[in-house]
């Protein structure tokens, strides 16, 4: 009897989280929250555009807050969801660049400057160095 | 002498950035967000009755080899009240307007209708902004073109306007 009960009173937890509305209330696992508020503070609100939709009051922020908690709590993945939404809208509704041809020199460019900067350094120590040398003598 | 050119050249690059940020700073990005779904087959979705009496629109309606439009819009945009003789005189021209009401109520979007003029073969109701979101579109009003395969092959974002009237009926196929 108390077996048959368990599969109803699970249910009947359920039921309240399903009546609420994903825009607003935050989903019940805390580590899926957490996935779910990383990926809308780096997702764009379309409509206001500065903002993400984390911190939007427009209406079509809140539908794609509700859709993102709704494709996590399914057990997508955040990444899957922030495809999907740039298959839609384009890279620009993301605030996280993609790796892409396109956007190459914004990863490169950095690390070439690195590269330059540790060559420069690296010659000018040398040289100083046989200055020093040169000046012991 | 090059030597001492050469240390002017991360100054001289500082100064560039510099001179692009203030520039930016001064132009805010103002983006139109074109949706990357033109082109693509139409997204599964399949929009409640917004009004009794008339169906609501699905993906399935739009396979039937005629070019038709979806028109999504709102009872409570301002905009959207200024296109509805556009797309009334479209549909007197022979085309299908599909409307897709976003966020939207039964009675609001009869009193809309009943005010403005109803040129709309389906409504549907996409409350939660779903079938908005599925369709790349980032406000209303936005019209698209979907051709009789179930293709979408072209946005038009904003207002319909006298000017957009040749370019609309040619993809419908619809004589004025």
Known sequence: MKRALLPLLLVSMALPALAQDYAEVSLADPRKEEQALTLMDSIRCVVCQGQPISGSNADLAGDMRRLIRERIAAGD?????????????????SFQPQFK??????????????????????RRLKRKGKRWVGSSH | MKRKLI???????????????FIGLKNPADHVIASKMVGQPLPEFDAAPGIPGQPGAATRDFKDGKPRLLNIFASWCVPCVQEIPMLI????????????????????????????????????????GKAQIAFGSAGVPETFV??????????????????????????LGARP
């Open chain 1, 77 to 93: 993945d955040p990444e899957d969801v922030r495809a999907m939404l740039i298959g839609k809208y384009g890279d620009w509704v």
């Open chain 1, 101 to 122: 041809t396109e956007t190459m020199p914004l990863w490169l460019v950095p690390l070439f400057a690195l590269f330059a900067g540790v060559i420069l350094v690296a």
């Open chain 2, 7 to 21: 240390l002017w050249v991360p100054f001289g690059l500082c100064a560039a950035l510099f001179i692009a940020f």
């Open chain 2, 89 to 128: 005189r479209l549909k007197d021209a022979g085309a299908e307007i599909d409307g897709l009401a976003v966020h939207d109520t039964t009675p609001d979007l009869q009193a809309f209708l009943a005010r403005n003029g109803n040129p709309y073969t389906r409504i549907g109701l996409d409350s939660a």
């Open chain 2, 146 to 171: 979907v051709d009789g395969q179930g293709k979408i092959i072209y946005q038009h974002i904003g207002v319909v306007t006298e000017e957009d009237m040749p370019k609309l009926m040619a993809m």
